[in-house]
């Protein structure tokens, strides 16, 4: 994508959607993955997850100048996990039992 165009792109999704909440590149990939699957390297990618409840949106500008968008949904109901509640503490040593001393 020519710098002019890019510019006005990023412009263009600031101005719509607002700052990204989340932004990252260049995102490179081995000559291996990009033949085994099919990808290309990422000139940036900028991520919202705030703007929607029920929804997240992704833009990718790729190396060859195209943009691909992607959005996925997101659980909206009340959550089943419990911020009061402590997580049970792990033994430092995953495969040993803690023994009570006595």
């Known amino acids: 994508m ?3 165009l890019s ?6 999704f600031d101005y719509v ?3 990204p909440d989340f932004e990252k590149g260049p995102i490179s990939h081995t000559p291996k993955d990009k033949q085994t699957y099919g990808v290309g390297d990422i000139h940036r990618q900028i991520t919202y997850t705030r703007l929607w409840n029920s ?10 100048g195209k943009l691909q968008i992607m959005y996925g949904g997101k659980y909206i109901g009340q959550s089943s996990r419990r911020d009061d509640v402590e997580s049970p503490s792990q033994p430092d ?5 803690k ?3 006595g």
């Open 2 to 4: 020519p710098p002019a």
């Open 7 to 12: 510019f006005y792109v990023e412009l263009t």
């Open 17 to 19: 959607l607002g700052p």
């Open 55 to 64: 929804m997240d949106a992704i833009v990718q500008e790729l190396e060859d």
């Open 93 to 97: 040593n995953p495969n040993e039992e």
């Open 99 to 101: 023994r009570n001393p």
